[in-house]
């Protein structure tokens, strides 16, 4: 069920975050079980960073929201469309209404309020955390279409 909603970074994506790979990250040796706080040294590596501004971001188009369940958890990317966006006085972040279409406009998972463009996590009012907002480009939506449920989810 999860590669309907889930995907990890996008290649246009990786190149805005600046990111180092995270396979490039060493385990020392011996060292103590995970703790609930995210690695000093992975803080700055991709699944941890929170995409900063508002480039592309058009109402109506497609786009993605970085969304993780736990704070210490490294950041996916769920499929949704821009409803509306009230960018801030100084226009480097923005109030964003998304759909996510695959669900029903009677669901409470269908149209989520959030913060972004500053690289900040953020409270989800659907659970988790949210990260930044970036537009899907043509090639993009025809793969986040492959894996949709073909009727819209009434839950």
Not at 127 to 143: D, P, S, W
């Amino acid at each position: 069920w999860e590669q309907h909603r889930l995907r990890f970074c996008p290649g246009s994506a990786a190149q805005r975050l600046e990111i180092e790979p995270l396979w490039s990250v060493e385990a020392s040796p011996g060292s103590s079980p995970p703790s609930p706080q995210v690695p000093r040294m992975l803080r700055n590596r991709y699944p941890y960073q929170v995409l900063e501004g508002l480039q592309g971001l058009e109402v109506g188009q497609p786009a993605e929201l970085q969304w993780k369940m736990q704070l210490a958890s490294p950041f996916g990317w769920r499929h949704c469309h821009l409803e509306a966006l009230r960018p801030d006085e100084t226009g480097t972040s923005a109030w964003a209404t998304v759909i996510f279409k695959h669900f029903s406009p009677r669901s409470r998972w269908y149209r989520l309020h959030v913060h972004v463009g500053q690289r900040v996590v953020k409270r989800c009012d659907f659970g988790g955390f949210t990260g930044g907002l970036r537009r899907v480009n043509e090639m993009e939506e025809k793969q986040w279409m492959q894996f949709f449920p073909r009727k819209v989810l009434d839950v």
